[in-house]
Nanobody, 125 residues
């Protein structure tokens, strides 16, 4: 499986961005997909995850109410709509795929089997 993340960029605080992650080489609709982010000098942290197309979603407390994760009907593309962005959201955002999704572990980076290359999100104050 290859994951290709896109949609990052530079935005002012309060603005919006939409990230996408496309999976290729095999269908992934029944697996969980998630977003993580890593700011300079910090550890990679969980942002949001969705267990399957239309399935349950979970969010980090820091983004709840501002970010929305979704997948297309086929389940091979995942999106992250980010609204009301803050400077502290600045990071490289990574998408990931979990082949054995268990809701209780979907916040943990080590649970994921495949990773995309990352896309930079910069929020200016």
């Amino acid at each position: 499986v290859q994951l290709q993340a896109s949609g990052g960029g530079l935005v002012q605080a309060g603005g919006s961005l939409r990230l996408s992650c496309a999976a290729s080489q095999r269908p992934v609709s029944r697996y969980a997909m998630g977003w993580f982010r890593q700011a300079p000098g910090k550890e990679r942290e969980f942002v949001a995850a969705i267990r399957s197309s239309g399935g349950p979603t979970i969010y980090a407390d820091s983004v709840k109410g501002r970010f929305t994760i979704s997948r297309d009907a086929a389940g091979n593309t995942m999106n992250l709509q980010m609204n009301s962005l803050k400077p502290e959201d600045t990071a490289v955002y990574y998408c990931a795929l979990d082949l054995a999704p268990i809701l209780s572990t979907m916040r943990t980076a080590t649970a994921y089997d495949y990773w995309g290359q990352g896309t930079q999100v910069t929020v200016s104050s």
